[in-house]
C-alpha cells in the first residue's frame, strides 16, 4: 500500500481538530480528523503500519491509498482511451448559420463571418448521420452554436423536430444547450425553446452596459446590452437555466464582479448562473498583453468567494477524461456549408476541416490526428502534475496553437476552492469526518 499521487490536504480553518483531504484521481472530498491525518502522514514519511483497519478502508475507497502495484498514472490513461474511444455517445456542435449579428472585438470568428445558412441538404445529411448511428448510441448531445443560431432558428427547429423523433424511436437520451448573444431571446423565440426542450443558454454580458457595448455592439455599431437584459428579465419565466458568461480582460474584470452582484440583487440568479470568464487573443484576434494569463485570472476569480454563496459548488473540480468535442472520437463540429471540424473554435478554416457531409473536400487528417493521439500522461509537462486528472492538459486547440498557458484553474487556486466548497457542504451536513 502506498499514498496517491493526487492527494491534497489543507487547514480547515472552521474546526481546527480537522483538516481538508482531497483527492484529484477519485474527486473526493473529506473532512479528516488531525489525529487521524497525522497516522496517515507518518505512514507517508516513515511506512509505519496504519493499524485502524476501518481507516485504511477509507483511505482505499477514496484512492487516497492505492495497492503498491498500481500505477496511477496506467489509470489516467486508461481512464482517457476509454472515454476518448467511447461510441455508446454521439456529440455535435451544430452551426445552423456562419451569420451574425454582434461585432465583438475579442471574437476568433469575426474574420469568418457572412451570411450563409445550412442548406435543406446539409440538414438532410446531419439527421442522416444521427439516424446511421441510431441503433448504436446511447447518448446525443447537441450545441447550438454560430454565427448566432438564433438568426435561423427555423432551422433549429426544422432540425429538433426530426432529432426527437429519431431519439424517441430508439430510446436514446437526448440533451442540448445553446450558445446565443441573448439579442433575440424574445418572449415568442423563448417559447419556442422551451418547446424544442433545449436545457440550458449560455449568454455573454461583459459587465456594465458601457462595457459590454464597448466590447460586444451590433453590427450596426449600436449598443446590445440594454436589449439583451431585457429579454432575459422578461423571460426568466420560461427560459431554461442561462448561463452568464462574462468575459473579462484586465480593464472590466470588476465590471464583470459588478454585474454578479447586481443580478443576486435583483433576485435572477436562482435561474441566471453568471460566471467570470477570461478573454483569450485568439489567433491575434484581441491584444494579448490586455489579457489575464491563467494563473493571474484565477486568483482574480478566487477573490470573494464565500461559502454562503450555494453557487460555490459549481466550482468544484470534475474528471477530466478526455477534455472536450476535440478529443473524442465521436464527436463533430458541423458548420452550416456542412463542413466537420474537431474544435468549434476553427469553423471557417478550411484548411481544418476533417471531413464532409455535403460537397467533397480534401480533409486533413493530420490535424485530426493532432488532435486524437496527444495524450497529456506522456507529456513532460504534465505527466507528473498532481492536478492531471481534473485537467488533461487543458484545451487542446489552445495546446495545438503553441499556447503555453493552457494549465487548469485548480494549479493554482484549489486550495480556495475546496476550502470553501468543504465549508459550504459541512454547513449542510453532507460532508462528514
Same mark, same amino acid.
Given at each position: ?29 473529506? %473532512? ?47 481512464? =482517457? ?27 476568433? /470568428? ?23 448511428? &441510431? ?33 424517441? !424511436? ?8 445553446? +450558445?446565443?448573444?441573448?439579442?433575440? %431571446?424574445?418572449? !415568442?423565440?423563448? =417559447? ?15 459587465? *456594465? ?9 451590433? &453590427? ?8 439583451? =437584459? ?31 452582484? /447586481?443580478? !443576486? ?21 484581441? !491584444?494579448? *498583453? ?11 476569480? &478566487? ?25 473524442? +472520437? ?38 485530426? %490526428? ?8 506522456? *507529456? ?6 498532481? +492536478? ?38 459541512? *454547513?449542510?451536513?453532507? %460532508?462528514?469526518?
Amino acid at each position: 500500500m502506498k499514498p496517491s499521487n493526487y492527494n491534497f490536504f489543507f487547514p480547515y480553518d472552521a474546526d481546527e481538530s480537522k483538516v481538508i483531504a482531497y483527492n484529484s484521481y477519485s474527486n473526493a472530498l473529506a %473532512l479528516m480528523e488531525k489525529s487521524k491525518y497525522e497516522v496517515f502522514q507518518k505512514f507517508v514519511d516513515t511506512g509505519a503500519v496504519i493499524e485502524d483497519e476501518e481507516f485504511v478502508k477509507q483511505l482505499r475507497f477514496a484512492n487516497f491509498v492505492v495497492d503498491d502495484e498500481i500505477d496511477e498514472l496506467e489509470r489516467v490513461r486508461h481512464n =482517457m482511451l476509454k472515454s476518448r474511444y467511447n461510441n455508446n455517445n454521439l456529440s455535435i456542435i451544430l452551426a445552423p448559420t456562419a451569420d451574425c449579428n454582434f461585432r465583438c472585438l475579442y471574437c476568433y /470568428e469575426k474574420d469568418v463571418i457572412k451570411p450563409v445558412y445550412m442548406s435543406s441538404v446539409v440538414e438532410d445529411a446531419v439527421i442522416k448521420l444521427i439516424a446511421d448511428q &441510431a441503433n448504436t448510441i446511447s447518448n446525443l448531445f447537441i450545441m447550438w452554436y454560430g454565427g448566432d443560431p438564433l438568426m435561423d432558428i427555423n432551422c433549429v427547429e426544422r432540425l429538433t423536430h426530426k432529432i426527437l423523433t429519431i431519439c424517441d !424511436e430508439n430510446s436514446i437520451t437526448y440533451d442540448n444547450i445553446m +450558445v446565443t448573444n441573448g439579442y433575440f %431571446l424574445t418572449r !415568442e423565440v423563448s =417559447m419556442k425553446l422551451k418547446d424544442l426542450k433545449i436545457k440550458n443558454i449560455q449568454v455573454t454580458i461583459d459587465g *456594465s452596459e458601457e462595457a459590454h457595448d464597448k466590447k460586444r455592439p451590433h &453590427a450596426d455599431g449600436s449598443g446590445t446590452y440594454k436589449t439583451i =437584459m431585457k429579454n432575459l428579465e422578461e423571460n426568466i419565466d420560461i427560459l431554461p437555466p442561462v448561463l452568464v458568461r462574462i468575459n473579462v480582460d484586465k480593464s472590466n474584470i470588476e465590471d464583470g464582479k459588478k454585474l454578479i452582484k /447586481e443580478l !443576486e440583487e435583483k433576485g435572477l440568479t436562482k435561474k441566471l448562473k453568471p460566471y467570470l470568464a477570461r478573454i483569450q487573443s485568439h489567433t491575434d484576434t484581441y !491584444e494579448k *498583453s490586455s489579457c489575464f494569463d491563467s494563473c493571474s485570472f484565477s486568483k482574480e476569480d &478566487a477573490k470573494g468567494l464565500s461559502a454562503d454563496d450555494d453557487n460555490c459548488i459549481n466550482l468544484y473540480p470534475r474528471n477530466f477524461y478526455n477534455y472536450c468535442n476535440a478529443d473524442q +472520437v465521436n464527436s463533430f463540429v458541423i458548420s452550416p456549408e456542412g463542413y466537420i471540424y474537431k474544435c468549434a473554435k476553427e469553423i471557417g478554416d478550411k484548411s481544418k476541416v476533417v471531413g464532409s457531409l455535403a460537397e467533397h473536400v480534401e480533409a486533413n487528417e493530420k490535424h485530426d %490526428l493532432s488532435y486524437m493521439m496527444y495524450d497529456p500522461t506522456t *507529456s513532460t509537462k504534465c505527466k507528473n502534475c498532481n +492536478v492531471l486528472p481534473i485537467c488533461m492538459g487543458g484545451c487542446p486547440f489552445d495546446r495545438k496553437n503553441n499556447d503555453s498557458d493552457t494549465c487548469s484553474r485548480y494549479k493554482f487556486v484549489l486550495d480556495d476552492y475546496v476550502k470553501v466548497i468543504a465549508e459550504n457542504l459541512k *454547513s449542510k451536513s453532507s %460532508l462528514t469526518g
